[in-house]
């Protein structure tokens, strides 16, 4: 139980342009939803937090504009990353938590790479 | 604000000796959970084993156990019968209303 998938699990994209990745649910329904991001030999840093119908809460840092998240059902949120740049690069993981303060469920990660 | 910190970038074993992971971390929450997690290289985030902030008792996983001091706010996770199987990135966590919070990690070389 508690399986979190991730879509895609690597993309290329050309500078400019926009990518969306899916993180979903697949065997219970997840009232939070959060995303990270990992660059290269370091650690999670966490990017915003997000509930089913409410609008994604942004850590320190992290452009609203550029990483648009959308949690439009329990099973299912996306991180769209608008005109992607080359420092957009890394490997975007979601996690899901059926209550906000228990056990968070990780996703495979999507590796993004912008030329 | 929490903040956990893994003083030890990397570690090496021999096969199915025991090792030690050390993870201290600050907050300021009296409800909170404490985790490590695996990373292989796959990079799939592994739950190994974690640890309620109320209960005094260490978890233990087969052979995973922690030793939680509270009031020291240290939390190490001890492996016992290294197996090749066991080397990748350990992340030490803690949990608490703002979400997780991540140590820098700690690289775990098993030598055969």
């Known amino acids: 139980g508690a399986v979190v998938s991730q879509h895609p699990s690597w993309v290329i994209c050309k500078s400019g342009t926009s990518v969306k990745i899916e993180c979903r649910s697949l065997?219970?329904?997840?009232?939070?939803m959060f995303w990270y991001r990992q660059f290269p030999k370091q650690s999670l840093m966490l990017m915003a937090t997000s509930n089913e119908g409410s609008k994604a809460t942004y850590e320190q840092g992290v452009e609203k504009d550029k990483f648009l998240i959308n949690h439009a059902s329990l099973t299912l949120s996306t991180l769209t990353v608008t005109s992607a740049h080359p420092e957009d690069s890394s490997f975007y993981i979601c996690?899901?938590?059926?209550?906000?303060?228990?056990?968070?469920?990780f996703g495979p990660g999507t590796r993004l790479t912008v030329t | 604000a929490q903040t956990v910190t893994q003083s030890q970038p990397e570690m090496s074993v021999q096969e199915a000796e025991t090792v030690t992971l050390s993870c201290t971390y600050d907050?300021?929450?009296?409800?909170?959970?404490l985790f490590w997690y695996k990373q292989p290289p796959s990079r799939q985030m592994i739950l190994v084993i974690r640890?309620?902030?109320?209960?005094?008792q260490n978890a233990t996983e087969n052979r995973f156990s922690v030793n939680f001091q509270k009031a020291a706010k240290s939390f190490s996770l001890k492996i016992s019968d290294s197996q090749l199987g066991d080397a990748a990135m350990y992340f030490c966590?803690?949990?608490?209303?703002?979400?997780?919070?991540f140590g820098k990690g700690t690289h775990l070389i098993i030598q055969p």
């Open positions: 966590a803690s949990q608490s209303a703002d979400g997780l919070t």
């Open positions: 065997d219970f329904q997840a009232t939070t």
């Open positions: 996690s899901a938590s059926v209550q906000r303060v228990r056990e968070q469920y």
């Open positions: 907050t300021s929450e009296s409800d909170y959970y």
């Open positions: 640890q309620e902030a109320y209960k005094q």
